[in-house]
């Protein structure tokens, strides 16, 4: 199982950014898939998971209305589209897959700031 993330980089308050995270090893359109982020000094948290075959979505309330997450099982990729970025989204961003026991990307780094 191999996931990789991309997109991060650094962005100015209130702009956008778009996370990818590419799947192979899996079914990749049978499993869940979330999004991540850990802050310096602070523990991973949840921030963003789709779900089954109508593609249910849920957020951290930190995000919602502002980060959308979908994925395109064509591709078997997943995407977090983040708008209206703030300085507290600055975090290392992690996908990880729900197959198994569960597998985990290398982290984009996500910086927000003017």
């Known amino acids: 199982v191999q996931l990789v993330e991309s997109g991060g980089g650094l962005v100015q308050p209130g702009g956008s950014l778009r996370l990818s995270c590419a799947a192979s090893?899996?079914?990749?359109?049978?499993?869940?898939m979330s999004w991540y982020r850990q802050a310096p000094g602070k523990e991973r948290e949840l921030v963003a998971t789709i779900i089954g075959i109508r593609d249910l979505t849920s957020y951290a309330d930190s995000v919602k209305g502002r980060f959308t997450i979908s994925r395109d099982n064509a591709k078997n990729t997943v995407f977090l589209q983040m708008n209206g970025l703030k300085s507290e989204d600055t975090a290392v961003y992690y996908c990880?897959?729900?197959?198994?026991?569960?597998?985990w990307g290398q982290g984009t780094q996500v910086t927000v700031s003017s």
């Open positions: 090893g899996f079914t990749f359109s049978n499993y869940a």
């Open positions: 990880k897959s729900w197959y198994g026991s569960g597998y």
